[in-house]
Each structure stands twice: as structure tokens, then as C-alpha cells.
């Protein structure tokens, strides 16, 4: 692996135990519990979807005419993410985004969906990001985080979007996931049927495929500058600090902790 790589990930270790060893896991307790950590985590399972698009825009021809952008090896490595988090299949064999299977998710669950759904139905008619965040009535550790994620986004700096998408979601997620698949299907059988297939799914493919293209990609953007490789770190830093505070706020609303 490039030394670059496992130095940033070394530099990230005190981060990512902080956030694996998060208390948040072992506090879902109850389904109300479940459905309320639902309701909140369904954004970062949004704006992921524009973490990605913004590579896809950034290093591929998304415009016309066509032209070569970018790398062969990262343009296909896009490409498949795309194809897998946008149309990927669902139990029954039918294409589905991961979002919407995770809305899904949520209905088999009873978890209440309005808050995501006014979010877009703003975006919808024309209003930002951020002025359709503060029309949302949802905890502010959630709107810390999205607009964190927009902030990469906007930057306009593919490194550091990359940064974002490996090491504060692919990298993170098997793990985080772990923990939340260990005992549901026995303590709520047939309740969570959709999000256990959408948690295992996740597990599989950023395990075993995505995250190590995805740091095949941050190596290959940052290349041999040095500040790239410094705004590469501070940024997966931040994403991660920005996910323990999202933890934060979603336990500390939990209804078994009142």
C-alpha cells in the first residue's frame, strides 16, 4: 500500500477508535430507540449520495460533448460506486438506490420519514441546502453534519471530496455497522428485515471491495503534493469528529436515556 495512505490512517487511528468504541451502538435498546437513530442517520445516508456525485462530476464527463476526464482507473472506480449506491438491488433482485432502500427501511420499521422528506421537497423547489436545513426541525448535530458535508463538496477540491468519502464513510462503515448488526434480527424479528439486508450490504461491499479502490483514488488525487496530503488528513479528520458528534446528538435524544 502506499506509505502515504497508511500514514494518513495512522494519523486517523485515536479518531476512528473514538468513534468505533461511540456508546451510541449499545443505546438502542427499544425500536423507539431504532426508529429515532433512524430518523437522524437517514441524512447521512443522503448526502453521502452527493459526496459521490460530486466525484462523479469532478472526475468523469457527466456534459456534452464527451471528452476524457481524469484517470481511466478512477472514472470506472466512480463509475461502479455509482452503479452499486444508486441502482443497487434490492432482496427481491430489484434495482433501488441505497437511499431509498433505506426509506424503506424506515417504513418497515414505523420510523418517521417527514423530516428527510421536507428537507428534499425544499431542495426540490429551488432552495439551498442550507436555508432548507433551517426550515427542518431536526437536532442540530444533523445540520452540523450535512453542512459539513457540503463544505467538502463545495470546495472544489476533488482530494479532499475523496478524503471525505474514503476515510468518513467508506472505511468507517463496516465497523460502524458491526455493531449495530450483532443481535437486531433476534430482538425484533421482522421489523428490520430492510435495514439489516441495507447494513449487510454495506459491510460487503465496502469491506471486501470499495475501500480499498477508495484509497487507490485518494492516493492517486493527492499524488506527491504535500498539501494535498495535509488537507487529505485534515479533512477525514473533521469527518469523523463531525460523525461523533452526530452520535452525540442522536443518543443524547434516545428515549430510553430520558
Known amino acids: 500500500m502506499n506509505n502515504r495512505i497508511e500514514a494518513l490512517q495512522q494519523a486517523l487511528t485515536g479518531h476512528r477508535q473514538r468513534l468505533l468504541r461511540h456508546n451510541v451502538y449499545q443505546s438502542l435498546e427499544t425500536m423507539d430507540d431504532l426508529k429515532l437513530f433512524m430518523e437522524h442517520h437517514v441524512f447521512a445516508v443522503w448526502d453521502f449520495m452527493s459526496l459521490l456525485k ?3 462530476r469532478d472526475q468523469t464527463c457527466i456534459t456534452l460533448p464527451w471528452m476524457p476526464v481524469g484517470s481511466p482507473s478512477t472514472r470506472r472506480l466512480i463509475n461502479e460506486f455509482v452503479l452499486e449506491e444508486e441502482t443497487d438491488l434490492d432482496p427481491e433482485g430489484r434495482p433501488v438506490s441505497h437511499f431509498e432502500l433505506y426509506l424503506r427501511a424506515m417504513d418497515e420499521a414505523g420510523a418517521d420519514k417527514s423530516l428527510i422528506e421536507q428537507l428534499l421537497q425544499s431542495i426540490s423547489e429551488g432552495k ?5 436545513l433551517d426550515k427542518v426541525r431536526i437536532d442540530a448535530s444533523v445540520k452540523y ?3 459539513n458535508t457540503f463544505s467538502v463538496i463545495n470546495s472544489g477540491k476533488p482530494h479532499a471530496v475523496a478524503a471525505a468519502f474514503t476515510f468518513g464513510r467508506e472505511d468507517l462503515i463496516p465497523g460502524m455497522f458491526r455493531h449495530l448488526i450483532e443481535d437486531l434480527s433476534e430482538r425484533f424479528p421482522g421489523k428490520l428485515d430492510t435495514f439489516i439486508y441495507y447494513l449487510d450490504r454495506h459491510v460487503q ?3 471486501e471491495v470499495h475501500t480499498p479502490l477508495t484509497l487507490q483514488m485518494v492516493a492517486e488525487l493527492c499524488g506527491d503534493d504535500d498539501e494535498k496530503w495535509q488537507e487529505a488528513l485534515e479533512v ?6 463531525q460523525r461523533i458528534g452526530l452520535w452525540d446528538g442522536i443518543r443524547s ?3 430510553s436515556e430520558a
Open 128 to 132: 439551498s441546502v442550507n436555508n432548507a
Open 205 to 207: 461491499l465496502d469491506e
Open 54 to 56: 460530486a466525484l462523479q
Open 145 to 147: 453534519f450535512v453542512r
Open 253 to 255: 435524544l434516545l428515549p
Open 236 to 241: 477525514a479528520q473533521d469527518c469523523i469528529e
